[in-house]
């Protein structure tokens, strides 16, 4: 990791005594669907969790799938019924995905880091305070891979929400400045119609440097890959995805 992006990760510190709280029970959540705990503490423990995560699963599906059951597993599943029986019928769901923002927002920071309520126009024409702004993931900062973004976070998060809240929502990372807009009350696209699931591998990404590749198209991200001049399907990329992904770990953090 270079000088600029150590100062970067530097610059988040952990949170008060209920932010810890909530990166323990995500940790050891992830850690129960990944069979074993990480190396590393805190926080870096989680996003090496992430990629252990990754290269559990031969199709991005199951990864998702995965994410799901950890972020069902947070909830109390009465809890999940009381919120759509009683609160989603209001306003059209309105007040829901109101709701869905400021818990967001209030809850969310120790993974994301800042993030402030904003406007979002809906279906109708009306626009309401169900959007969260996070100004610089840190989530994606510190895994420096979209693919972990898409497969760990946004399309597990979506689907969690909209299923088990009755909240449409569609979450529009940008791996320019590395921010990521949350709508809530808004339809999110079908991965194959989402440009954000065939976006180009990122710069900073330990995987690309490690393959030293110019691949066009993040190999976490698309089921199909490039090694060396032949296409591989994800299940079997180069034989040696687990090794590959210790590798790029140590890059990242070493």
């Known amino acids: 990791m270079g000088n600029s992006s150590r100062e970067a990760a530097a610059s988040y510190r952990e949170g008060p005594l209920l932010d810890a709280a909530f990166l323990s029970l995500f940790r050891n959540k992830l ?17 090496q969790l992430s990629q252990l995560l990754m290269a559990k699963y031969k199709a991005k599906s199951d990864v998702e799938q995965a994410t799901v059951r950890i972020l069902n597993s947070m909830f109390p599943q009465s809890l999940l019924r009381l919120f759509r029986a009683v609160v989603l019928p209001i306003n059209k769901g309105k007040l829901a995905a109101i709701l869905s923002a400021r818990v967001t927002q209030a809850t969310c920071q120790w993974l994301m880091g800042t993030c402030s309520i904003g406007s979002v126009e809906l279906s109708d024409g009306t626009s309401i305070p169900s959007g969260v702004l996070v100004e610089k993931c840190k989530y994606l900062e510190h895994s420096k891979c979209a693919g972990i973004c898409i497969h760990t976070c946004k399309l597990p998060t979506q689907a969690f ?5 009755g909240v449409p929502l569609l979450m529009e990372p940008n791996f320019a400045d590395l921010s990521c807009q949350f709508k809530f009350g808004v339809e999110a696209p079908s991965p194959e119609d989402d440009p954000s699931v065939s976006t180009p591998c990122l ?6 440097i490690a393959r030293k590749s110019s691949t066009p198209l993040c190999p976490k991200v698309n089921e199909w890959m490039v090694c060396g001049d032949t296409h591989q399907r994800d299940v079997s990329f180069c034989r040696s995805r687990e090794k590959l992904l210790l590798t790029s770990a140590a890059i990242g953090y070493g």
């Open 31 to 47: 850690a129960q669907e990944v069979g074993r705990d990480a190396d590393r503490p805190g926080y870096d423990g989680l996003i």
């Open 161 to 165: 929400i909209s299923k088990e809240l």
């Open 203 to 208: 710069e900073m990404c330990p995987t690309a």
